[in-house]
């Protein structure tokens, strides 16, 4: 079984571009979270979707969206990028909702500049 | 964000040694996830419990759910120098990723 995929690995943009960011979750899982990392805060819940719809929501700006597909596959978009979003974003996938037992992705390092 | 107190903060130690690390809430948790996450990758689940005052084990390591359900401790017997890398308590109230609450981490490091 494929594991969780995070493309791209890498990622430099510039401060008030936007983002998008692609997870494919293990194959039979429907819930998909979203964390950002960084070395000050730490792991951060972003939002969970369950079968297309977003179940949970950290606290996090409304630049921060996502959407998950029919097949699981989710997005992450970030809008006017500042350079405090300069992190690690991880995705995990999950056979039941709410993200326990999820198994994490290897990330997306993006770094605004 | 991070409200579990994650202890040691780092550890050196030998190969072949036991190492131990914990973490401390204010807060009752129902679930209590410990990671493993190595350079430039997502963490990986090492063991989840889910009752006060359980003791669960996975090959070397063991882990503990408090019984007053606000700590957890994590020890791993034997440490080889895979084992460097940085190891993540994770809380979870409930039912939803809301409710998880992660700690700092513990960075590990094995002198061969």
């Known amino acids: 079984k494929a594991g969780v995929t995070q493309t791209p690995r890498y990622l430099i943009k510039t401060r008030g571009q936007q983002v998008t960011l692609s997870c494919s979750p293990i194959?039979?899982?429907?819930?998909v979270s979203w964390y950002q990392q960084t070395p000050g805060q730490g792991l951060q819940f972003l939002f969970e979707y369950f079968s297309e719809t977003q179940r949970n929501k950290g606290n996090f700006p409304g630049r921060f969206s996502g959407r998950q597909f029919s097949n699981s596959r989710s997005e992450m978009n970030v809008s006017t990028l500042e350079l405090g979003d300069s992190a690690l974003y991880l995705c995990?996938?999950?056979?039941?909702?709410?993200?326990?037992?999820?198994?994490f992705g290897q990330g997306t390092r993006l770094t605004v500049v | 964000g991070q409200q579990l107190n994650q202890s040691p903060q780092s550890m050196f130690i030998q190969e072949g040694e036991d190492v131990s690390m914990n973490c401390t809430s204010s807060?009752?948790?129902?679930?209590w996830l410990w990671y493993k996450q190595d350079p430039g990758e997502g963490p990986v689940l090492l063991i989840a419990?889910?009752?006060?005052?359980e003791l669960t084990s996975n090959g070397r390591l063991t882990a503990q759910f408090g019984i007053t359900r606000k700590d957890s401790f994590l020890n791993i017997s034997a440490s080889i120098p895979s084992d460097v890398g940085i190891y993540f308590c994770a809380g979870q109230r409930g039912y939803n990723n809301n409710d998880m609450r992660f700690g700092a981490g513990t960075r590990l490091t094995v002198k061969p």
């Open positions: 995990a996938s999950s056979d039941r909702a709410g993200g326990t037992e999820a198994f």
């Open positions: 194959s039979g899982h429907r819930s």
């Open positions: 807060s009752i948790f129902n679930t």
């Open positions: 419990l889910y009752k006060a005052g």
